[in-house]
């Protein structure tokens, strides 16, 4: 089993993999979005191009370029992190679909890591079931995969982004790119929702101050609590793609 990456072929080539048995896997990650003061920008990218090789290994599919723009309000105050409308992030992942489905594929699949981007695959969903009914449109639900995986190891009184999760996750795929010495812990808040770098309470709205752009507590991260999350993962995904 191996997975068939369409960038890589041409368009004869694309031709012979693109057929009605074929599942289409789509990853999306951002990879300009804030991930505290200890990750990448390009984090989210990272791990979807990780989960997509490892699952690939597993089964057959045909992968699409990671998409690394979409509906990422929640932290759009931290410099350098982009965020589309929810309609534009809806409509790239419907249209490119569309897109493909022209030439045989009926089976989607977005391998998705983020959690505000469920609102956009959702309205992708209704777009696409509205203009070709004989199309399966599936997308990771992230927040739920994540405490699949994560259960039984984690520390931390709380969290959700930058933090002791995806932080050893990060240790696992790429820890070059982690700076855990520069890894605070900040949960001021259990409420979850927008994070705001905002001190005065008056300015806040019901945004979470968050003075460091992270939600929970990464220093408890490790790499061998990443390495077991993201095994899950793969497993969680991989159950998801049976289903299609």
Not at 32 to 54: C, M, S, V
Not at 169 to 183: C, G, K, N, Y
Not at 215 to 228: M, R
Request: glycine share 6%; with cysteine.
């Amino acid at each position: 089993m191996t997975a068939i990456y369409l960038q890589q072929k041409n368009w004869l080539e694309a031709e012979q993999c693109l057929n009605g048995q074929a599942v289409i896997v789509l990853p999306l990650g951002a990879s300009l979005k804030e991930h505290g003061h200890h990750l990448p920008l390009n984090n989210d990218q990272l791990i979807a191009d990780f989960l997509t090789a490892e699952v690939g290994k597993l089964c057959d599919i045909v992968v699409l370029p990671t998409v690394n723009y979409s509906f990422y309000p929640a932290f759009s105050e931290y410099p350098g992190s982009v965020t589309l409308t929810q309609n534009t992030a809806a409509s790239m992942i419907a249209e490119i679909c569309l897109s493909i489905a022209n030439f045989g594929p009926r089976k989607f699949y977005v391998l998705n890591t983020g959690v505000s981007t469920q609102k956009a695959l959702k309205q992708a969903s209704e777009t696409i079931s509205q203009l070709n009914s004989e199309i399966i449109f599936q997308y990771t639900d992230f927040k739920e995969a994540t405490e699949f995986a994560a259960a039984g190891l984690l520390e931390q009184e709380g969290g959700g982004h930058a933090d002791e999760c995806e932080t050893s996750m990060m240790l696992h795929i790429a820890p070059d790119m982690v700076l855990q010495e520069r890894a605070i812990k900040d949960f001021s808040s259990s409420n979850s929702g927008s994070l705001t770098r905002k001190k005065a309470l008056e300015d806040r709205g019901d945004r979470v101050y968050s003075p460091t752009g992270a939600w929970g507590d990464p220093t408890l991260a490790t790499a061998f609590k990443g390495e077991t999350i993201v095994n899950r993962l793969v497993d969680f995904i991989l159950g998801n793609l049976k289903q299609i």
